[in-house]
C-alpha cells in the first residue's frame, strides 16, 4: 500500500470521539434575513451567546429535509460569523434557508425557522456595490504574521534535487521571504523529534540525547529571520512503544513511549539545551506545542486518554525549565479535543498557556466562548494550521481563488485569533512524496522553483495595509458577503483598502456566472493620485501563466524565466474623480478578485 492510499484510508478516522462532557444546549440564531442577488444569496443573522460557529443549511422545501450548504471545503462546514453567502445552488431556484448554532465542532443545534431566497440568474451586466470609507480609528489587528507552517525542518538541510531544484536551499529562501516580504515572525513544523535529526537513541539500554541537528536547522531559521515553533513530535524509534505505526512517506512514528520517564527527560533535555544555545529571553517568546492532531487515528496510535497524559507529561517538562516557557496544545485536526483539554488540566494542574487547533475550508471558529466557558480567558488562541482545503494534491490550492479565501479568513480572524497560520510556505513538502509537476495542488505558498503563488500574494497585499483600520459602509448586490473589504490608514496619513470577490464555494473558484462585480469605493478628501494592484487570475495567478505558456510537468527555461519575469504584483495609476469633497474611484472587480486601492496623504 502507498503512503498515499495508506493516508487517505486513515485521514477520516477519529482516534477517540467520545466526550468527557457536554456541551451547552445552544438556541438557533434570531433574525436570520436572505438577500437575494445576481448568482448569490447573501444570509445574515443576530450572534447567540456561547456559539463558536454556525451551520447554514438548505432545503427546496419550507419543511426540508434540510442539509448543510456544502461549499466543498472538505473539512468544517461552520463559519464563525453571523452571514454566509450561498453560491452553490442553481440561480433561479427557490430555496429555504435555516441557520444553526455551534457550540462545539462536533455538535450542532437545532434549526432556526426557513426563510426563503431565490439568487438571481446571470443578465450579463455587473451589479453594483459601494464601498464608503469612514474615519473611526481602531488597531489593526495581523493575524498572518506571528506564524506560517513548513515542511518538516530536517529538509533545510537536505541537497537533493526536486523537479530540478535544490529542496534545502529553496525552502530556506522561502522561509526568508516570508520574513522579509510580509513580517512573518515564527515557523511551526512537524517532526522535531523524527530520527532524522537523530535527537534520541538508546546505547547498552541507556538513553543518549543529540540535538546536533535541532541546533542545524533552528540556527538557520533564526538567521532567516523567524523564530521556530517547537511542535513536540513525534516518538523517536527507541523511545516508541510500537515504531511501526508511522505516518507520511518519511515515516514518523505516532505511537506512545515506551517509558514516560524517558520521554519526560527528553522534553526537559531538549527545552533546556535550547535555553542554553539561545537564552532563556529569546526561548521564552517561543510556543512548545504538544504532538499534531492526535484525534486522528493517522497521527496517533493510542486513545485520548493517554495522549492526555502525553500533555501532562510534556507540559510539566517544558515547564520544569522555566515557568515562562510557553506550552499548549491540542494541536488539534477539525477543532476537535479543545473542550476535552481544557477539562482535563482544569482536573490535572498541566499548565496550558495557549490553545491550538486547526481547520480548512472555512474560516476558523470563533473558540472565545469556549476559553470563557472554562474560565481560561487568559489562554492565547493559536490556529497553528489553516488552509483552503485539506486535501493534498487539489487544484485549489494553485489558483486565485485560494488567494481571496485566506482574506476573507485572514478578516474574519483578526482580533479574536492571536495566530493563523497558513499551512505551508514552500511545496518543497514530503509528507506524501515529492512533488511530481510544477502544480501539482501543493499546499505550499511558493512553488519548486520560487514562484509565487496567488495565496502568496494575498499575504503581501495584506502586508501594505497600514496599522490603523477604518470602517466601511456597504451597500449594493453582494455588498458585505461577496464583496468584502479591509480599510486602512498609515502613519503619515495615507490609506490603504483592500477589496476582494470571493465565494467559500469552490466549484466557483474558476469564476462563476454572474458573480463579477461593479464597485464605487469613496474616500474623504480632494483630488489626488491613486493606484490600484490587482489580484485576479489574470494577475498573480501562476497556474494560469502556465496554462499560457503550455508548461508541461516542468518549466523549460524559457518557461522559467518568464514565469519569474511575473513574480510581482505591479501597482498602476487608477481614475479617481472627486465629488462634493471626496474622491471616487470605480473598479471592476471580478469572482476570484482582489484590488489594493492605495490613496496618498492629502497635504
Known amino acids: 500500500m502507498t503512503t498515499r492510499i495508506d493516508w487517505e484510508s486513515r485521514i477520516s478516522r477519529r482516534s477517540d470521539s467520545t466526550r468527557r462532557n457536554e456541551p451547552p444546549a445552544l ?8 438577500q437575494a442577488g445576481q448568482g448569490q444569496v447573501t444570509l445574515r443573522w443576530q450572534p447567540v451567546e456561547g456559539a ?15 442539509a448543510p ?21 442553481r440561480p433561479g431556484t427557490p430555496y429555504f434557508y435555516a441557520v444553526a448554532s455551534v457550540p462545539e465542532v462536533t455538535v450542532t443545534g437545532e434549526l432556526g425557522p426557513a426563510v426563503p431566497a431565490t439568487a438571481l440568474p446571470p443578465d450579463g451586466g455587473k451589479p453594483r456595490v459601494t464601498l464608503s470609507v469612514g474615519t473611526d480609528e481602531t488597531p489593526l489587528h495581523r493575524p498572518w504574521a506571528p506564524m506560517i507552517g513548513s515542511e518538516r525542518l530536517s529538509q533545510l538541510r537536505c541537497a537533493d534535487l526536486s523537479g530540478g531544484r535544490p529542496i534545502g536551499e529553496e525552502l530556506l529562501a522561502a522561509l526568508r521571504r516570508v520574513s522579509a516580504e510580509i513580517g512573518v515572525e515564527a515557523v511551526r513544523a512537524h517532526a522535531i523529534l523524527h530520527d532524522d535529526l537523530g535527537v534520541y537513541r538508546e546505547v547498552d539500554g541507556e538513553p543518549v540525547h543529540d540535538f546536533t541537528g535541532v541546533d542545524e536547522v533552528y540556527d538557520a531559521v533564526l538567521q532567516a529571520g523567524l523564530r521556530p515553533v517547537v511542535e513536540i513530535g513525534f516518538m523517536p524509534r527507541d523511545l516508541a512503544s510500537d515504531p511501526e505505526r508511522t505516518v507520511f512517506d518519511y515515516r514518523a512514528i505516532i505511537s506512545p513511549p515506551k517509558d514516560w520517564q524517558r520521554w519526560g527527560d527528553l522534553v526537559r533535555a531538549l527545552a533546556q539545551h535550547l535555553v542554553d544555545r539561545y537564552g532563556l529571553d529569546e526561548v521564552r517568546q517561543w510556543d512548545f506545542e504538544v504532538w499534531n492532531e492526535a484525534n486522528l487515528e493517522v497521527f496517533w496510535s493510542s486513545d485520548r486518554e493517554e495522549w492526555m497524559r502525553l500533555y501532562d507529561v510534556t507540559a510539566f517538562a517544558v515547564k520544569d ?23 482535563h488540566v482544569a482536573e490535572s494542574g498541566a499548565p496550558l498557556d495557549f490553545v491550538s487547533t486547526h481547520t480548512y475550508g472555512s474560516p476558523p471558529l470563533d473558540l472565545r466562548p469556549t476559553l470563557e466557558r472554562f474560565g481560561r ?32 479568513g485572514m478578516r474574519s480572524a483578526s482580533g479574536r485569533v492571536e495566530a493563523l497560520s497558513y499551512w505551508v510556505v ?13 502544480l501539482h495542488g501543493g499546499f505550499g505558498l511558493i ?35 461577496l464583496v468584502q473589504s479591509w480599510a486602512s490608514r498609515h502613519a503619515d496619513g495615507s490609506l490603504a483598502i483592500l477589496l476582494w470577490n470571493h465565494t467559500l464555494d469552490h466549484s466557483k473558484a474558476n469564476g462563476g456566472a454572474g458573480l463579477d462585480r461593479r464597485v464605487r469605493l469613496t474616500v474623504d478628501g480632494p483630488a489626488r ?14 497556474s494560469v501563466l502556465a496554462e499560457r505558456l503550455g508548461v508541461g510537468e516542468w518549466p523549460a527555461e524559457d518557461q522559467w524565466n518568464l514565469l519569474r519575469e511575473a513574480d510581482v504584483l505591479r501597482a498602476e495609476p487608477a481614475q479617481a474623480t472627486p465629488e462634493g469633497g471626496r474622491l471616487v474611484i470605480d473598479l471592476d472587480l471580478p469572482q476570484p478578485g482582489a484590488v489594493l486601492v492605495e490613496v496618498p496623504a492629502t497635504d
Open 27 to 34: 438556541p438557533p440564531p434570531t433574525g436570520l434575513v436572505a
Open 52 to 66: 463558536v460557529g454556525y451551520l447554514v443549511h438548505r432545503a427546496e422545501a419550507p419543511d426540508g429535509p434540510f
Open 69 to 89: 450548504c456544502d461549499h466543498l471545503g472538505q473539512d468544517v462546514l461552520a463559519v464563525p460569523g453571523t452571514s454566509y453567502v450561498d453560491t452553490t445552488g
Open 321 to 343: 525549565v522555566d515557568p515562562a516557557l510557553r506550552v499548549g496544545g491540542p494541536s488539534s485536526a477539525a477543532a476537535g479535543w479543545v473542550d476535552e483539554l481544557l477539562q
Open 377 to 408: 480567558q487568559d489562554a492565547r488562541i493559536l490556529w497553528t494550521e489553516w488552509g483552503v482545503t485539506p486535501t493534498h494534491f487539489n487544484p485549489v490550492n494553485d489558483g486565485a481563488a485560494s488567494a481571496m479565501f485566506l482574506l476573507q
Open 426 to 438: 514552500s511545496d518543497h513538502f514530503e509528507e506524501l512524496g515529492r512533488p511530481p509537476r510544477l
Open 447 to 481: 512553488t519548486v522553483g520560487g514562484i509565487a503563488k496567488a495565496r502568496y500574494h494575498a499575504l503581501r497585499l495584506l502586508s501594505r495595509l497600514g496599522d490603523v483600520e477604518l470602517p466601511v459602509t456597504a451597500s449594493g448586490d453582494g455588498a458585505g458577503g
Open 529 to 542: 493620485p491613486v493606484t490600484v494592484t490587482r489580484l485576479d487570475r489574470d494577475h498573480g495567478d501562476v
